[in-house]
C-alpha cells in the first residue's frame, strides 16, 4: 500500500444541501467560517465573505441579531459568492426574517431558543423554503434546564440531549433538513459529545472547538479536537473559531482537509525540515521565500525544502518538487530525482519555475527535460564532498558508532 492509497473512512450520514453545497452522504467535508463585520454593512460583509471564499470557505455564517442585520442579509446573499447562513441566538424572529431575506441556512441554538412553539414555527416555516437547519449546541449556553439535571454540568450527555429535543421538535413538523454541532471550548468533552452524538443519529454533522481562541494556541486546540473526530470518520462540515481574521479559520479548515486527503489540494503544500547542525542554509527564511513566492498561485504540488542534501532528497522523495542545500547550491529534485543543481540566491526562483512547469505539464514531463544523470552525477559530488566534511548520514547509525568508537579510541 502506498501513501497516496491510505484513505480515511467515513460514516455514512444523511445529505443535505446548504445553497448547493452537499453535507453529508460522503460528499467533501465542507469549510465554514463566519463573518466578524456588522452584518448590516453590506458592502464590509461582502469584502469579507470574498476574502473567506479565496481562502477556501464554502459556506459562510453572518449574524442575524436585529433587524438591520436581516436587511443587510437581503442585500449580502444574492451578491454572496458562497452560500450565507444566519446565525440566531435569542430571538426567533430574527430566524424568520432571515429566511425572508432569502439565507441558505439557519443556525439555531436551543440553549437560547427554547419554547417549542417558537422552535417550530422557525422549523416550518424553513421546511416550507426547503432551507437547512443546524441545531448548534454549545457547552456554554446549554438549557438551564438540561444543566441543572444532569448535576449541574455540562456533560456530552447533555448537550447530546439537547440536539436531540430538539431534533424532537423539528420532527413533529416534519422537517428533516438538519445537521447538529455540539461544540465546547475543552476538547476531551467536545469530542465525546460528537462521538455520543454520532452513536445516536445519522444526521449530518459540523464540528468545532467553540472560543478556541487566538493562534497559536487556538488553532492547536481547534484541531486536536476536529482532526481526532474526521479520523475517526465523524463529521460532515467544520468550522475553526478563532480569535483572528476569520480569512485564518477557513485557510486552517482547509489545510487540515487536504492535510486529511479529505479535499483536493488547490494550493501548495509545502513541507520544509525542521534544520538541525547539518544545515547548508537557512532552512526558515528559505522556506518562508518559497512560500512567499508559490504560495496563492493555483499550484496544487508539494514542494519540499530542505536544509541539507545528505538527508533532504531521500527524506522528501514523495514530494513533487525539492530543493536541499549544499555548499552554497541548491539541488533540486523532482519525485525523488535530481534535475538540477542552481546557486543558492537562485534557489526560489528556480523551485517557482519548475513548480509552474509541472502544475502544467506533469512531474514526469519536467524530469524527461533535462539530462538527470548528469544532475545526479553533479548532486553526487557536493553530496560526497558534504559526508567527507561532516561525516556519514545521517540516518547511518552504524557509521555513527564508528565515527564514535574512532573518536574515542584517538
Ligand atoms: S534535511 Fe538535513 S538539515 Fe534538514 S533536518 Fe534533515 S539532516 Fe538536518
Known sequence: ????SVTLQRRSTRRIEVGGVPVGGGEPVSVQSMTTTKTADVEGTLAQIYALAAAGCDIVRCTCNEAEAAEGLAHIVPRSPIPVIADIHHNHRMALAAIDAGVHGLRLNPGNIRRPEHIKAVAAAARDRRIPIRIGVNGGSLDPELYARHGNAVTPEAMVESALMELAYFEEVDFDLVKISVKASNVPLMIEAYRQ???????????????????????????????????????????????????????????????????????IDLIACPSCGRAE??????????????????????????????????????????????????????????????????????????????????????????????????????????????????????????????????
Open 1 to 4: 500500500m502506498d501513501a497516496s
Open 197 to 267: 452524538l454520532a452513536d445516536a443519529t445519522d444526521v449530518p454533522l459540523h464540528l468545532g472547538v467553540t472560543e478556541a481562541g487566538p493562534l497559536p494556541e487556538g488553532l492547536i486546540k481547534a484541531t486536536a479536537g476536529i482532526a481526532t473526530l474526521l479520523a475517526e470518520g465523524i463529521g460532515d462540515t467544520i468550522r475553526y473559531s478563532l480569535t483572528a481574521d476569520p480569512v485564518e479559520e477557513a485557510r486552517a479548515g482547509r489545510v487540515l482537509l487536504e492535510s486529511l486527503g479529505l479535499r483536493e489540494r488547490s494550493d
Open 281 to 410: 542554509v537557512d532552512v526558515i527564511k528559505v522556506a518562508e521565500d518559497a512560500r512567499a513566492a508559490l504560495a496563492g498561485r493555483d499550484l496544487p504540488l508539494q514542494v519540499a525544502v530542505m536544509g541539507c542534501v545528505v538527508n533532504g532528497p531521500g527524506e522528501a522523495r514523495d514530494a513533487d518538487l525539492g530543493i536541499a542545500a549544499g555548499r552554497g547550491r541548491g539541488h533540486l529534485f523532482v519525485k525523488g530525482q535530481n534535475v538540477a543543481v542552481v546557486d543558492e540566491d537562485e534557489m526560489v526562483d528556480q523551485l517557482l519555475e519548475w513548480a509552474e512547469f509541472i502544475a502544467e505539464h506533469g512531474t514526469e514531463a519536467a524530469i524527461a527535460r533535462v539530462d538527470t544523470e548528469r544532475a545526479a552525477r553533479e548532486a553526487e559530488r557536493d553530496r560526497s564532498a558534504l559526508l567527507t566534511d561532516k561525516g556519514e548520514d545521517a540516518n547511518s547509525a552504524q557509521q555513527r558508532v564508528e565515527l564514535i568508537r574512532r573518536d574515542l579510541q584517538g
